[in-house]
């Protein structure tokens, strides 16, 4: 009794095509299964394995290694005086981000329809408890950072302290297209199969193994209208400072291109969530 | 208006399904028509309109027009067959999904338990999993925290609330479940069907349970094909049919009439045939000839049974009654109790067994029916063909309901003449 004690008076109508007023309130009331739902999600993320967390450092690990070699050692791509391992890894990490994001997030909805089909809560709720897992890893990987960093001895500039805003630029950016995905793979099994192909596609579209200074210059804004351009770039000139200028107007339009992602996420997930029941 | 909690108005659910019609004897054909499907399914996409890879579309209304109130505090069954739209009726009122027409108006907190264990995760231990599962239901952790010791008690795990549910058996794994869920605090409860796990023991004490629950001045929504759970629990009933809401009143008429609408309605599944003979269908018939699903216990049993033969000597029907947990506890042969064999020539036979009244306890039945050749070698079996249930079942004078689930069998015995005490000499004590 006294659960339901707190619970607003207003009277629940449940109608066809009703936008549900109370829908963020709700949101805010489940804040606790969203965070249990990452909680399981990061529980059992390493169950049953040989090597267990080290997986965490393993992964991003091997792949700035891999990424060093054929960008730095193979094709010789200037790092503009920067040690390459920690430019690539500066970029990495953003990258990561994403794709973790924008992965889980998208078959989120799918690998919990059983939630979905037998209890109600905000669906928002699915998609957005990834984003918890991510950043957990985000940190393990930071981590690495750190101590390449030491390795290398680079010494960060003051705009380090701007880094936790560039991780919340990068959620926003990876949150839009999740949700989108997330909705339309519950719509279109097929997409399923799109995800995979799109991160693989973006990580060589994204500045992650090479400066984006080695875009031509007239070039460059249009490059940017990838908004994962200008979210690695900032990273990157928050890690290593001045030897990887940030872009302004390029940034600028990355911004506006997140806002859009993030407003299409939203909506189209709020507009497809009522039907989920129907189509899973 | 104050005590209504639930006004539902001209509810409807229509569902589109697709079907795969057509059958191209040309891949030319195929090849032409895959490219169209390309073309319109990729507009539909882009429109949002969804399409998957079916081809014609069908509505169907799996509710149509459902009006109905209820008030605070009551405890209303919704009965019906299989598709007749409960579920779709209880995932509506749980926000599940949303109607396609009408409007509903509720005033409370609705939990819904659809299903018990919904988000158990295999590898977390059980002690998580109720933490889990609470979250899900809607329960905050501190609710969990101040129940857990309750919850696991209530389940009988405690020795194994540390081990990861994948280790349990079957029976504990339903029962930590149900114990979750029991534990709920819910000013509208809606429930389906969830009484359908663990052993006997164990229903019974849900049962309690939810009585409990409904007791307490919640207002209770109940889904179940277990018929006697549902006259024991509730007083209201709801029958719906072919998704429209057919009968609204007390929990008794409104089995009557949903036992009555059986005949018309059955959804007969195909029982496949025998070598020499083939059961067609078989009714358990109430005292006017009409088929039933009750039975009254002291009246007599009578299964009518159609059957079609080769006209093969030898052949005779035997049923074999099986109670709640599956077990047979009674078998009637034709062939050799009462030497009564199949008609010899060929054709489709309609007969009627009446058998003695028996003291059935109130629970669910099921009746085997077979063919054979004088039960030595069987032609046809069909398990379950019949299916009845008994509401109460009242040996004696006094109002006791004498019920399947107190696990003291399933007949009543009665006697043929008084009990009478002689009085005897005091016993030595030499």
């Not at chain 2, 299989?82 to 749980?94: D, E, F, P, Q």
Request: with cysteine; proline share 5%; aromatic share 10%.
């Amino acid at each position: 009794m006294s659960a339901t004690a707190h619970t607003p008076p207003n009277r629940l109508i449940l109608e066809a095509g009703r936008a549900d007023r109370q829908y963020w309130y709700d949101l805010w009331r489940y804040r606790e299964l969203f965070f249990i739902l990452a909680w399981r999600d990061v529980a059992v993320r390493y169950k049953q394995t040989v090597i267990g967390v080290a997986w965490a450092f393993v992964r991003p690990f091997m792949t700035m290694v891999i990424f060093t070699i054929v960008f730095g050692h193979i094709a010789k791509l200037s790092g503009n005086g920067v040690p390459y391992a920690v430019l690539v890894y500066a970029g990495l990490l953003p990258w990561t981000l994403f794709s973790s994001v924008f992965g889980d997030a998208s078959s989120s909805v799918m690998s919990n329809s059983n939630l979905i089909s037998k209890v109600y809560f905000p669906r928002l709720i699915v998609p957005l408890s990834t984003v918890v897992v991510a950043l957990i890893d985000f940190a393990v990987s930071l981590s690495i950072l750190v101590a390449l960093m030491l390795w290398y001895r680079v010494v960060p500039g003051w705009q380090i302290v701007l880094l936790p805003g560039f991780v919340l630029l990068a959620l926003l950016v990876s949150i839009g297209p999740a949700l989108w995905s997330a909705a339309t793979v519950v719509k279109y099994r097929d997409f399923r199969f799109v995800v995979p192909f799109i991160l693989q596609f973006g990580l060589y579209a994204s500045p992650v193994g090479f400066s984006s200074a080695i875009v031509p210059p007239e070039w460059r804004l249009l490059y940017n209208l990838n908004p994962m351009v200008g979210i690695i770039d900032g990273f990157r000139w928050c890690i290593v400072g001045g030897d990887s200028p940030i872009y302004l107007p390029g940034f600028l339009l990355s911004l506006v291109v997140t806002a859009l992602f993030l407003w299409l996420g939203i909506w189209s997930f709020r507009r497809t969530e009522r039907a989920f029941a129907d189509l899973i | 208006m104050t005590d209504t909690v639930i006004h539902a108005e001209g509810v409807g659910k229509k569902f589109i399904i697709g079907h795969r019609v057509e059958q191209h004897a040309l891949f030319r054909d195929a090849m032409v028509n895959g490219v169209r499907r390309f073309f319109s399914m990729g507009k539909s996409v882009l429109k949002g309109s969804g399409g998957i890879a079916g081809d014609e579309f069908e509505e169907f209304w799996a509710l149509r027009d459902v009006n109905f109130e209820i008030k605070r505090g009551e405890l209303v069954s919704i009965i019906g067959h299989n598709g007749a739209g409960k579920s779709t009726l209880l995932k509506i009122l749980s926000r599940i999904t949303e109607p396609t027409a009408g409007r509903i108006e509720i005033d409370g907190r609705v939990t819904s338990l659809l299903e018990v264990g919904t988000g158990f995760h295999p590898e977390l231990t059980g002690r998580e999993n109720v933490f889990l599962n609470g979250a899900i239901l809607g329960m905050t952790r501190v609710e969990v925290r101040r129940r857990f010791d309750e919850i696991v008690a209530f389940a009988g795990v405690e020795k194994f609330i540390d081990t990861p549910v994948k280790r349990y058996s079957v029976g504990m794994y339903a029962r930590l479940a149900f114990a979750v869920a029991a534990h709920l605090e819910a000013e509208i409860l809606v429930i389906d069907e969830v009484l359908a796990v663990g052993d006997a023991e164990f229903q019974a004490r849900c049962l309690d349970r939810m009585s409990e629950v409904a007791n307490s001045g919640r207002t209770v929504l109940f889904v179940s094909h277990n018929l006697a759970a549902v006259t024991a629990l509730t007083r209201r009933a709801l029958v719906l049919r072919a998704g429209q809401l057919t009968f609204d009143g007390p929990v008794q008429a409104a089995l009557s009439h949903y036992t009555s609408s059986l005949g018309k309605s059955a959804q007969r599944l195909h029982w496949g045939r025998g070598g020499d003979s083939t059961l067609i269908s078989a009714d358990l018939l109430d005292e006017t000839g009409k088929p039933t699903e009750r039975f009254v216990p002291g009246t007599p049993l009578s299964v009518r049974v159609v059957v079609e033969t080769t006209g093969m000597p030898g052949l005779c029907i035997e049923l074999t009654m099986r109670d709640e947990l599956n077990l047979p506890i009674a078998f009637y042969s034709a062939g050799i109790f009462n030497h009564v064999s199949l008609p010899t020539e060929i054709g489709r036979f309609e007969c009627t067994i009446t058998l003695e009244p028996m003291l059935l306890a109130a629970g669910q039945y099921a009746i085997d029916v077979a063919t054979s050749f004088t039960n030595v070698h069987a032609d046809h079996v069909v398990d379950n063909a019949v299916r009845f249930f008994v509401e109460t079942c009242s040996p004696g004078k006094i109002s006791f309901n004498f019920r399947q689930s107190l696990g003291t069998g399933s007949l009543a015995m009665t006697l043929t003449k008084p009990i009478e005490f002689k009085p005897l000499p005091a016993a030595s004590t030499s």
